[in-house]
């Protein structure tokens, strides 16, 4: 995939290809699983140029064709597991977070996924032996929660560096849904010159939910929240990363009795995640985290602690 340039797909010039490349398309694999429109505008070039050079990819990085499923079977186990430190909760999704994929955590304020992401982003630091995946990190903080000393204390309790692993977590925080969409083009560009293995965003709705109020911008906020889904998981394929996002709760109007929470972001943020996370709180510094959805495992939940030391059984 490496030997073949940019200028040598079918109408790439040295113009275009500059475009492509400011506009962070620096591989094959990158134009492969772009879409025509958003290729053309890029690149300001005709959307059926832009279908023929994606088309010529996909060819030359060998993407996009038919594939037995044994196949697939054997590549799926070359996936890398992302440890949460609690042996439960990796059992609930069959060995840890798996890369290529969206995780969301979703519940009520002060439930732990921040704290869960906390520990994703110290553990993702960590040799692929020990249950990491020996890269570095990706937060995108959109409520100003990251706070390096709870690294420091989760890094602390795994015999780990503190500055060290400090200094492999890459954090933005983003001031509006724009700037948070944005970010997610600016880690490819850091993806370039060093492994990111883990994207945080910690949390994924709240810019959205505050800017676009009301039924009237429901399909925009719905229409931008696909795009923005739909990038992260583009992210968590070329980069062979982990995606883990954090999602707020909306009371539902009907529900006086049990749980009266649901996730923010409907049908779109369901549909693209991978794997869909409860967490709720229980007795003491217990969490209950709830599998809502996967593709192979079935609904199960599971207890775990937060303490200062991060997640545990």
């Known amino acids: 995939m490496a030997e073949v340039k940019l200028e040598e797909l079918p109408g790439v010039g040295p113009a275009t290809a500059e475009k492509l490349r400011d506009a962070g398309y620096n591989d094959l694999m990158s134009i492969a699983v772009e879409n025509p429109k958003t290729l053309a505008d890029v690149a300001d070039i005709g959307e059926s140029t832009a279908v023929k050079i994606i ?14 499923g044994d196949s697939i079977l054997e590549r799926r186990k070359k996936l890398n597991r992302l440890t949460s430190c609690s042996k439960a909760f990796d059992e609930l999704l069959g060995g ?10 979703f519940g009520e304020f002060g439930s732990g996924k921040t704290q869960m992401c906390f520990q994703l982003a110290v553990n993702a630091t960590m040799p692929v032996s020990k249950g990491g995946l020996d890269g570095d990190v990706i937060v995108i903080d959109t409520e100003n929660t990251f706070r390096p000393e709870r690294i420091v204390q989760i890094a602390e309790a795994l015999d780990l560096d503190p500055i060290e692993t400090l200094q492999k977590i890459h954090v933005a925080r983003a001031f509006n849904s724009s700037h948070q969409m944005l970010l997610v083009e600016k880690a490819q560009e850091i993806a370039l010159k060093t492994p990111i293995k883990l994207m945080v965003v910690d949390s994924l709705t709240a810019h959205f939910r505050a800017e676009y109020v009301g039924r009237g911008t429901l399909a925009e906020r719905q229409g931008l929240l696909n795009k923005h889904m739909h990038d992260l998981l583009r992210f968590a394929d070329v980069n062979n990363a982990v995606i883990a996002v954090t999602n707020q709760v909306a009371a539902k109007p009907d529900a006086f009795f049990g749980d009266p929470t649901r996730p923010v972001g409907g049908h779109i943020v369901g549909h693209a995640s991978t794997y869909r996370l409860y967490l709720r709180k229980s007795k003491g510094g217990k969490r209950i985290a709830r599998l809502i959805d996967s593709p192979n495992l079935p609904e199960a939940e599971v207890v775990i602690t937060v303490s200062e030391e991060g997640i545990r059984d």
């Open 96 to 105: 840890g977070l798996e890369t290529q994929s969206i995780c969301e955590f």
């Open 55 to 68: 088309a010529a990819a996909k060819q030359a990085a060998d993407v996009g064709g038919f594939e037995s």
